[in-house]
């Protein structure tokens, strides 16, 4: 069943939590970087893979409509991998603008490699601008869908952070008045071998009760799973002419410390998915198109390397959690 989360937008503030305070020191370099009031549109993912000392690291790409990378290691012929993919899609057919993220990680015995860490992230970014429509004063209504799974098993040891399942995400709501937070969460799941030791933390927007258990059904037996819609009424009050930008960042993490009947899964497909709306009489948004990829290069040059290494180090951190 999904949840709806109703409140009113608030101010952005400082959070505790290393995954909140990588989303926001990430959105504010990029701020930082350029001279605008508000962000330009883009579209960025990128994902790594590795195992061991093997890595397969990618670039941010960005593209007017479509951005996502994947990073594959095959370990041996049996099911030893690390696989991640991020996705920013800005395509009014498949219900608006909307992030993904995908890792997976998994060591099976045999293993003929003799163990070794498995890791596997993925980052996606999207910002989208519009403009305010109508004869008068329009009010702002945002809807921001929440949809993902996190899992994993662990055959070999009850001891807690040697597999781990993590998710990253925000939603935040530029204006010429300055920056709001409308969604901001991250959470881990801390796999043992039994259900009774494992532990599930989150931070920021999201509490444990908003996760549900469910049992995968395959290498990964233990899950959590979440699918819940924000409602953030009255978000800003804005007049014909007005121009914003909602901006979504949404980063998966999986680690194992030893490739020997250990998974990992952090799958959220359609989180971030927005809906714009308003209550008032003739008012309405037009999505604003999405710069040529040269030009928002150029543009952007210098704040999207900043805004990965904060992420990557909160991931990097997370993984040197297990022993």
Request: a negative charge.
């Amino acid at each position: 069943m999904r949840g709806i989360h109703a409140k009113t937008s608030r101010p952005l503030v400082s959070m505790t939590s290393a995954g909140i305070a990588c989303a926001v020191l990430a959105v504010a370099q990029v701020g930082s970087s350029t001279a605008l009031a508000l962000p330009l549109p883009l579209n960025e993912a990128d994902a790594t893979a590795k195992w061991e000392t093997v890595v397969i690291p990618s670039l941010p790409v960005t593209d007017a409509a479509f951005a996502q990378q994947y990073a594959i290691v095959p370990l041996n012929p049996t099911l030893n991998l690390a696989l991640s993919t991020g996705t920013a899609l800005s395509s009014e057919a498949l219900g608006g603008p909307l992030v993904r993220g995908f890792s997976e990680i998994s060591g099976v015995a045999p293993n003929t490699h003799g163990g070794g860490d498995l890791a596997a992230t993925s980052h996606a970014r999207m910002i989208t601008q519009y403009e305010v429509t109508g004869t008068g004063p329009v009010d702002l209504d945002i809807d921001v869908h929440i949809d993902g799974d996190l899992a994993g098993g662990n055959y070999f040891t009850d001891a807690l952070g040697n597999v781990t399942s993590g998710v990253v995400f925000a939603a935040l709501l530029h204006t010429e008045g300055g920056t709001t937070s409308l969604f901001m969460g991250d959470a881990l799941l801390d796999v043992a071998a039994t259900t009774s030791l494992s532990m599930l933390t989150t931070g920021g927007d999201w509490m444990p009760s908003n996760f549900t258990s469910f049992n995968p059904g395959d290498f990964n037996n233990q899950g959590r799973r979440i699918d819940i819609t924000d409602q953030n009424e009255n978000a800003a009050i804005l007049n014909p002419g007005d121009k914003f930008a909602i901006e979504l960042r949404l980063d998966t993490s999986v680690y194992a410390a030893g490739a020997f009947e250990t998974a990992a899964r952090s799958d959220f497909d359609s989180t971030g998915a927005i809906s714009v709306s308003t209550d008032a009489p003739g008012g309405g948004f037009s999505q604003i198109a999405v710069p040529e990829p040269s030009t928002m290069a150029t543009l952007l040059l210098g704040s999207l390397g900043g805004a990965i290494f904060w992420c990557r180090r909160y991931f990097d951190a997370m993984s040197s959690r297990a022993p």
